[in-house]
């Protein structure tokens, strides 16, 4: 635990440090809610709903943060320690390959929380938003997504050979499903051939799950544990693989 | 007397390269070993295989009577290692990369302490990067010895120090094997491996040429100075012939 903590602490400093993160997970949100923000203002979703477009959006802008860094800053961060070799130095001390992803997936598991907390304060001050739905079933539709893309995340930075590929990896993972399962564009909007496909995004089922969840429509058990449970499994296979198949070198 | 490191019969090739072939070794308990031999005798093959970063092809490899490949944690909780690459994290400071690997054991060396024996005590808040080759170097020897290990593998460790600086840690490592530290060296630095060693072993072309201490090699060879001698028994005389 103690060994936990340290490199948590250490690693966020470095991670900070570099930037990146910190302007694509917590900066970048922020910017599209203002733009999302100056358009639409407090108007409806729709004729007559009970929720203003940006209210509807709060999901979707809480998984910019989750993709950066489950699909970019991860898998980044641990295949370019491998190639740097940075790993094969852990390999000869008793660190185990869970210690060394389970720290990064905290870290940018705390980028998604600093990113959902700031843009739930900003939307609130300026916009108006309110929290309509349940807020224990946002909190697990948010946990569930965050795990689950960060396993994704785990499982490409923890197979990839080197830095190179784990990035056309994450270009593959990431870009698709930013602008596609709706963290750009609303889902609603997309033709219904591509919603067909991006239906089978793991990053689409959280999204949805933390829109009903936030708005309170149709949060229903029926409607919304399947959904779970297939966030649920793709966490633990995508984890349980990264752990298994981890490569030092 | 107590076997701390034993090979027999390491083979490892790279595709149609045979970069180790049949190496059997062994190092005693408190002992300082040097493993010897010109780029490319698969001086880093053997170290690896025995650290258990390479996998050998054939051959057994014991380190504290144990697999380094199976038991891998259990081992480096008793075991440093320093590799020949210093790599670390961009934009790591010095207090940082000692946290990082200080905490993985239950009960490290003083990390402040190590540093500041081996003479980089005032770099605690430098980027690692903005040390100088040497520094870096007594920063990787540092690392090694966290764990108070019983055994401490060192790949080319003065390369790049000044002669004051090899010298100083020559004494570090010789009060560490005093303390009862079995140390494993890789090198090219002859004055080093006669500073420090009780055992030698040179390996050209993947074999092993010589075992034994350096007096034997110089007798063997029959130089009055090692460097002389690991030439001959090395065969690597080249032009100067």
């Given at each position: 635990m103690k060994a936990f903590a340290t490199l948590f602490r250490n690693e966020l400093k470095l991670s900070v440090r570099n930037m990146n993160m910190v302007i694509f997970a917590i900066i970048l949100p922020l910017a599209v809610l203002v733009i999302q923000g100056f358009v639409y203002g407090t108007a409806a979703a729709f004729e007559g709903a009970s929720f203003s477009f940006i209210e509807q959006s709060f999901g979707a802008l809480c998984t910019i943060s989750i993709c950066a860094g489950g699909l970019m800053g991860l898998p980044l961060v641990v295949s370019d320690y491998r190639e740097r070799k940075i790993l094969k130095r852990f390999k000869v001390t008793p660190a185990t390959p869970s210690i060394i992803l389970f720290v990064e997936l905290a870290i940018y598991g705390l980028y998604a929380l600093v990113s959902a907390v700031t843009i739930f304060a900003v939307v609130s001050a300026f916009w108006g938003a309110r929290f309509q739905g349940s807020l224990p079933l946002f909190l697990l539709s948010w946990l569930l997504t965050v795990t689950s893309t960060l396993s994704i995340g785990m499982m490409v930075g923890g197979l990839a050979k080197n830095a190179k590929r784990a990035s056309v990896w994450a270009c593959v993972l990431y870009f698709p499903m930013l602008i596609f399962s709706g963290a750009t564009l609303p889902f609603e909007v997309m033709p219904e051939q591509v919603q067909g496909v991006v239906r089978f995004f793991p990053l689409t089922q959280g999204m949805q799950l933390m829109k009903s969840s936030f708005l309170g429509v149709g949060i229903g058990v029926e409607s919304l544990l399947p959904q779970m449970i297939v966030l649920v499994l793709v966490t633990a296979a995508c984890s349980l693989i990264a752990v298994r198949f981890f490569k030092w070198e | 007397m107590r076997e701390v490191i034993v090979v027999s019969g390491l083979s490892k090739s790279y595709g149609s390269v045979r970069?180790?072939?049949?190496v059997s070794l062994s190092v005693s308990a408190g002992s300082a070993f040097g493993l010897l031999g010109p780029n490319g005798s698969g001086k880093s093959t053997v170290a690896e295989c025995i650290v258990g970063t390479k996998r050998p092809d054939s051959g057994k490899v014991e380190v504290l009577q144990m697999d380094p490949r199976r038991d891998r944690r259990k081992l480096f909780r008793r075991c440093g290692v320093q590799f020949q690459d210093c790599e670390y994290q961009p934009e790591i400071k010095v207090s940082e990369l000692c946290e990082e690997f200080a905490c993985l054991y239950d009960r490290p060396a003083d990390w402040r302490a190590l540093c500041a024996r081996l003479g980089i005590g005032d770099k605690a808040d430098s980027a690692v990067r903005a040390l100088s080759g040497g520094q870096r170097q007594r920063l990787f020897i540092a690392l090694s010895l966290l764990p108070n290990p019983e055994v401490v593998f060192l790949d080319e460790l003065t390369t790049g120090l000044d002669p004051a600086m090899r010298r100083s840690i020559w004494k570090v490592l010789n009060e560490l094997k005093a303390g009862g530290m079995t140390l494993f060296i890789v090198s090219h630095f002859m004055d080093e491996v006669e500073a420090i060693c009780d055992e030698i072993c040179i390996l050209s072309k993947g074999r092993i040429v010589f075992r034994g201490s350096p007096e034997k090699a110089k007798a063997t060879a029959g130089k009055d100075n090692l460097e002389e001698a690991y030439l001959a028994l090395s065969g690597e005389m080249g032009g100067l012939r």
């Open positions: - | 970069a180790v072939r049949d």
